[in-house]
């Protein structure tokens, strides 16, 4: 016997992950197991987890006992759920299914990146490592000898490591001495860090919608509530001011160097308007930068100056930047850093948890000489990428002419308008044809977004060209096959 699920998910929490999930021309319970079924796989239902009665769930999705009951029954035939007489329906995962696309688990399934005929998955936005990668871990053993008589343990990072990512700050605009920063094991994981200093559990997180949803992940999992204002074209300041208003709102989570999926730049003007709202809030401001490297604009558009960071427009105040060598570099280092007043670091070293007390020496040799040689690699990084973009634009302007193609300014994602709100209908259809999407919904602080999905560009030109004409496929077997609300005309 299976061992019983302990978490209960209520049905207004279902209800609002739902959406609109009615599809004209397929029944309606069907419909509902097939958006039960992708709110499952792409991670925003967790897994072992009960659902709501048939009875509640029909209340507030507005439907009938006779819908949810078919809807559940089929999950169950399907494997993705299981029942037991007394403890209700729950979440499954059916066996030898390779799971939910949760982006904790992305970057695992991203170990096949795709095949030339376009399945695989379309949700990792990270490159393959550049060849410089291989030789920056040749340098790293070369070094590794004169490291070995000591013990290895370099609590805030090694030093020729953090001198180099603060002289990168400082030229980017931002004055930084090393003992301001700190080495991590990647972005996220420096995002749970100062978020265990900064927010206290219950507490508001302003946060971008849409916005990235691991980041939601790790805030939510920290007992924080994200709250939203939107970026659409810009940063809308007068939505940002009413959250800051609200009282217990502590943190602020931006990315202004490129918005993570609308690929955005923030102008210097809306950082100084965004600083001061935060300051006059009394909220601390951590700016996520792990695509700041990833300036398009000189190959898609007109280049021109990056503002300084964020923290230049908080005239002293605390704030907190978190920097990766993922995006930069390759995702394979998991190395990343914290930049934030030294009190903060110290405060941070010391009370930082005992299963990260120092990063991987080679790792951080080999991304010291990364960043000797930053110049040539970053210009690659935004010629390929961009050359991919192109691949990607042109491929859908052929085969799906009536999605709008946002040329993003930096970053590795297009953030494309549909012309119906079908993103999840889509993401639906595409799996079953062997792609993996994160429907737009994944993106936002309370889902939404039905009419935008995010693509990456991160893959090889064929491949994307392949993936287009699997979407072209799955968006046309999702395409309105008439309202059933209205009489059929019988002629
Ligand atoms: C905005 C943003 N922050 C953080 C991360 C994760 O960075 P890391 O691999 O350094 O944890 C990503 C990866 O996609 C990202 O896009």
């Given at each position: 016997m299976s061992k019983r699920p302990s978490r209960r998910l209520g049905s207004r929490e279902v209800t609002a992950l739902l959406g609109d999930w009615s599809r004209p021309g397929t029944p309606a319970y069907r419909a509902l197991a097939e958006r039960l079924r992708l709110l499952v796989l792409d991670g925003r239902l967790p897994v072992h987890a009960v659902l709501p009665s048939e009875r509640s769930l029909a209340l507030d999705a507005g439907t009938s006992r006779t819908t949810t009951t078919a809807a559940y029954r089929l999950l169950r035939e399907q494997g993705f759920a299981r029942a037991e007489h007394g403890a209700g329906t729950w979440t499954a995962i059916p066996r030898g299914h390779a799971g939910p696309t949760s982006p904790v688990l992305w970057p695992i399934l991203c170990g096949?990146?795709?095949s030339p005929d376009g399945r695989g998955d379309l949700t990792c936005a990270a490159l393959e490592a550049p060849p410089q990668i291989h030789a920056a871990y040749v340098a790293a053993l070369d070094d590794l000898p004169s490291y070995l008589p000591g013990h290895g343990y370099y609590s805030g990072g090694l030093p020729e490591l953090r001198e180099r990512v603060a002289a990168r700050y400082t030229a980017r605009g931002l004055p930084t001495a090393v003992d301001e920063v700190m080495i991590t094991s990647g972005a996220i994981r420096g995002l749970r860090t100062a978020l265990s200093l900064l927010a206290r559990p219950g507490g508001r997180v302003l946060v971008e919608d849409p916005t990235y949803p691991m980041a939601l992940d790790v805030m939510r999992e920290s007992g924080l509530r994200p709250v939203g204002f939107a970026v659409e074209e810009g940063w809308d300041l007068d939505q940002a001011g009413q959250v800051l208003r609200r009282?217990?709102?502590e943190v602020a989570f931006l990315m202004p160097d490129f918005h993570n999926p609308t690929g955005q730049l923030m102008d210097a003007t809306t950082r100084q308007a965004l600083a001061d709202r935060c300051a006059a809030a009394g909220c601390t401001i951590i700016v996520?930068?792990?695509?700041?490297?990833?300036?398009l604009r000189g190959f898609l558009g007109d280049g021109g100056r990056v503002p300084?960071?964020?923290?230049?427009?908080?005239?002293?105040r605390t704030t907190m930047c978190l920097g990766s060598a993922s995006k930069t570099f390759w995702g394979g280092l998991r190395l990343g850093w914290i930049r934030a007043p030294r009190s903060l670091v110290r405060t941070l070293l010391v009370s930082r948890s005992a299963d990260e007390l120092t990063c991987p020496l080679l790792e951080q040799l080999a991304v010291a000489h990364l960043l000797d040689d930053l110049p040539a690699l970053r210009h690659r990084r935004q010629e390929l990428l961009s050359a991919r973009f192109t691949a990607l634009r042109d491929a859908l302007s052929e085969q799906l002419p009536d999605w709008q193609v946002p040329t993003p300014?930096?970053?590795?994602?297009s953030w494309i308008r549909l012309p119906e709100p079908r993103s999840s209908e889509l993401a639906v259809s595409a799996r079953e044809m062997g792609l993996v999407l994160a429907p737009g919904a994944r993106f936002g602080v309370r889902g939404g977004f039905e009419g935008r999905v995010r693509l990456p560009f991160a893959r090889g030109e064929d491949q994307l060209v392949g993936a287009v004409s699997l979407l072209a496929r799955a968006w046309n077997s999702t395409?309105?096959?008439?309202?059933?609300q209205l009489p059929v005309a019988v002629l």
């Open positions: 096949s990146l795709g009282p217990g709102c996520d930068e792990t695509l700041c490297e990833i300036d300084p960071p964020l923290p230049a427009y908080c005239g002293g300014q930096g970053g590795i994602v395409a309105d096959t008439g309202d059933p």
